[in-house]
DNA sequence: CTGTTAGCGCCTTCAC
DNA sequence: GTGAAGGCGCTAACAG
């Protein structure tokens, strides 16, 4: 699923090197001009408008603390009248601790990372914690930067899809829990919450092999991404359990920029001696797939069989349907935010929890060399055509 | 767009009513205890180990006053030796403003909010602006709480793809900007960015009436939401421009909840005398059509016309293609932010902004009557097969 | 150029 | 049951 286009060292520093302005204090440019600030009311103005201290009025507003019936009645009151909205920032000066966590991830647009965010958003939300959202482009410097600024509010937690080992170990350092989640940069040393790569990416590939094919390109966007790495893995692991040798030239990277990718899917397919099947290591490969195909003039699965992993609403919509392995990535994000929330309340070893990924069959594979033929189970919803 | 289940009225209390522990009030439930905090390092830990005082550190950080070079090489050395992170919620306190702001939207899972916010978010970071997330269900309840949320944070604005006028009215009196995206709830009152759903919508509609159809069905979630208004209003007028009475069961509202919505379109579609032309309102209900047409073996343009307000990703790679307008919904959120930064840097009379929604002919749409004609223009990358 | 002073808004002992 | 006092961490005058 990564989006990203880098993944430099861990540098990690702790603030940016050198003389300039520097990231620790974040080279604050001018005090906003704060326009009109219409003086919003603040707990003494409730205070005095109820005849009482401010402490009694905190006791009151709170509901800590012994206060008077009446005079609680009066404070809630004088509350409601002025649209008093306590201070949070007061608050957590004060506690020490921001009911938020801040969430990390590489590319809103990319549906994976999205449903990752609702997932978490909806876990947080029950917990009455906010979410400090940052979408860092995937890239290593943006998000140790993002990580600063949520250290910088004081969250009680990070939730991270990492692009390298700086994030966690900043975060670390500072003693704020974190979990990684899709990709995972510090094993033993972190939570993750992550997908079974291997076992999906093996069952894709066994599948394929069982159908016939050997000429299997596996498409990933960096050999070197962990994500990548376990399904790599997973697609050694059924040649090997097949007998059979790993093909040279299985596995290609076509890189993260949407243009390369298309370009070297196209002439991946346009070969002298193309690959009978082509498995996508993700969603945003497997768009390629599916476009360079048809302008190709490819027919699936007869020219090509194609799997996927991950799966995405359009593969189930198009004709064939792709068979794919569907990342639970709603569930991911869920998973992650209860992790956290477990951790923020009492610490202990570090846990990585892995989610499986089904594997759902459909028209996109037949069997090598039978025409025409397609494989059991569903087609995508349009094969009635 | 709309995902969201009610609308209720803006009933915008500043606080919960009644006794309740109240919203005003968050009932704090018990002071999260923290582990076991390790004392971040703070200004005062800087300033000493740089033998200053906690003022110099202040300005040698910030950089605004007169530092001597060599003591604020002491005070940034001695800030990257401590890992000190400046407290947000200690500046924001003193400055009055936090350097975020509140991003209200209805459901990151479709993948049209996701875009609105990737947009907005892309724009907020480049100018040094957190986001605070909150994915409100299309509440509204829910949306007016986070409206709280945010304010208590003291965010320098707000974006809110709203779901009454409720948070508008409630974020404006505390006079925090905030700019309402896709649905307008307070014209005039407040900026907005939209798209142009009339036009769109009767573009569609246009399209659909030259070809000869008559018998042509437009599916909204609820006829009372805004934006369903405004698509409704662009069919209406296609059907006036060309001199037609509009059906009388011309528009229908299949609801939010995914389950009735696949059943009402399936219900529409095997009528005795199905419409020969269908209007998806938003890809919700597109998706819907597809999957139901499908099902009934209805062939797509020979039996049924298609066509969506909202282009998605599968819209192109399905065969054929579907014809659609599509939402710039990644510029509707960059728009917002920018027009929200504009009003932040001062105030002056709101805005409404809508941005075109170009109309893309595909496959979906043929002449009545002509089995089997497709149309001009495109058909989808699979329509080569 | 640097330190002292004061206070942002809130909460929380601790007396009364 | 209530108020007074102090301080969370930081910054902006204002002196020196």
Request: glycine residues 8%; positive net charge; hydrophobic residues 40%.
């Amino acid at each position: 699923m990564p989006q990203s286009r880098q993944r430099a060292d861990a540098a990690a520093l702790e603030v940016a090197p050198s003389a300039v302005p520097s990231a620790t204090a974040p080279a604050v440019p001018t005090p906003p001009v704060i326009p009109d600030a219409p003086a919003r009311a603040t707990l003494a103005d409730v205070a005095q408008r109820a005849g009482v201290s401010r402490s009694t009025a905190s006791r009151g507003l709170t509901g800590r603390g012994y206060v008077a019936p009446a005079a609680r009645e009066r404070i809630l009151l004088a509350a409601e009248e002025l649209g008093y909205v306590p201070d949070g920032n007061a608050r957590s000066l004060k506690a020490r601790h921001t009911p938020a966590v801040g969430l990390l991830v590489s590319d809103l647009r990319n549906r994976f990372y999205a449903e990752v965010a609702a997932g978490a958003s909806s876990v947080l939300r029950d917990e009455g914690y906010t979410i400090v959202l940052v979408d860092d482009t995937g890239s290593d410097p943006e998000e140790v930067a993002a990580a600063r600024t949520v250290l910088a509010m004081r969250v009680a937690g990070v939730l991270v899809t990492p692009v390298s080992a700086a994030v966690s170990q900043l975060v670390a350092r500072h003693g704020v829990p974190l979990v990684e989640i899709d990709r995972q940069f510090c094993r033993g040393e972190c939570d993750a919450v992550l997908v079974d790569n291997v076992t999906g990416a093996r069952e894709l590939t066994e599948h394929l092999l069982g159908l016939g094919h050997r000429r299997i390109a596996l498409l990933v966007n960096e050999t070197g991404w962990t994500t990548s790495a376990g399904r790599i893995k997973g697609y050694h692991q059924a040649w090997a359990a097949a007998g059979r040798e790993v093909p040279a030239d299985g596995v290609e990277a076509v890189g993260f920029d949407p243009d390369q990718i298309e370009d070297k899917v196209g002439e991946l397919l346009s070969r002298r001696r193309p690959p009978t099947a082509v498995f996508a290591a993700n969603n945003v490969v497997a768009e390629a797939v599916w476009r360079q195909s048809a302008r190709l003039g490819l027919r699936i699965p007869d020219d090509l069989s194609f799997v996927a992993f991950d799966d995405s609403p359009w593969m189930s919509m198009v004709s064939p349907g792709i068979t794919t392995v569907a990342q639970p990535s709603v569930e991911l994000g869920a998973r992650a935010a209860r992790l956290l929330l477990s951790r923020m309340a009492k610490p202990g070893r570090p846990r990585t929890t892995r989610l499986d990924c089904p594997l759902i069959v459909r028209g996109s594979t037949a069997r090598l060399g039978r025409r025409r033929t397609p494989v059991k189970g569903s087609e995508g919803v349009r094969s009635a055509r």
